[in-house]
């Protein structure tokens, strides 16, 4: 069965900061990838997605943005970090069947 | 509109008591349909899956509703442990990305 790693589980960055979450997944082959956020108290927001090496959507217009530079590597970055980015940071893998998360990113930005 | 909506609770039962949650969907395209539960700052996992002739996994029965757009969860018998947030997920058309509603927030009293 597939698994999905996410790094850090924390972490707490000042406001201008860059950013570099990265997810990893193991066991499966030529996943769906996506990265999601939950901002406290709210639901999930996809951010982006994407089905092939190199292949990246984007859902919000913002500041973050997406790399998928080998099949089963997921990197979301930022260039600077906004309060408002706070949140969990999900990230996700699909393979013909429903998606299964990571364990999250908690990022708090000060 | 939300693609997908469901009412954020609380919903307070006590041990034992029967409870439905409803979810709502905006795209009729939308093809496959999944409960998830969150605990308290943990990922989604998968609870269960919604067909369309409703299905059962022990004290769950899920259903779903094409005509009216709606899916159901039914958690009968409440544990204390059912104590979660539920997710209602549609998947959809022509896109690969699964909406999630906000999520029903249950807690089981004793």
């Known amino acids: 069965s597939q698994t999905i790693h996410q790094w850090p589980a924390t972490l707490v960055q000042p406001v201008g900061s860059p950013l570099s979450l990265e997810c990893t997944v193991e066991g499966t082959s030529n996943p769906n990838l996506y990265w999601y956020r939950q901002a406290a108290g709210r639901g999930l927001q996809l951010l982006f997605y994407s089905v092939g090496i190199g292949q990246i959507s984007s859902e919000v217009p913002q500041n973050l943005s997406a790399s998928r530079p080998q099949d089963r590597q997921f990197i979301l970055s930022s260039k600077k970090l906004l309060l408002s980015d706070s949140g969990f940071y999900l990230c996700?893998?699909?393979?013909?069947?429903?998606?299964?998360f990571g364990n999250g990113t908690r990022l708090t930005v000060t | 509109r939300k693609e997908v909506e469901q009412d954020p609770g609380p919903f307070n039962v006590p041990e034992g008591a029967t409870v439905a949650f409803n979810c709502t969907y905006s795209?009729?395209?939308?093809?496959?349909f999944f409960w998830y539960r969150q605990d308290c700052r943990k990922e989604p996992k998968l609870l269960m899956s919604v067909y369309s002739s409703g299905n059962e996994d022990g004290r769950f029965t899920a259903q779903l509703n094409r005509a009216s757009q709606y899916i159901s969860l039914l958690i009968r018998d409440s544990k204390l442990s059912d104590s979660a947030t539920y997710l209602c997920v549609a998947y959809g058309g022509a896109t690969n990305k699964l909406i999630f509603g906000t999520g029903t927030l249950l807690a089981v009293q004793p």
């Open positions: 996700a893998c699909r393979t013909g069947s429903p998606l299964h």
């Open positions: 795209n009729s395209a939308s093809q496959s």
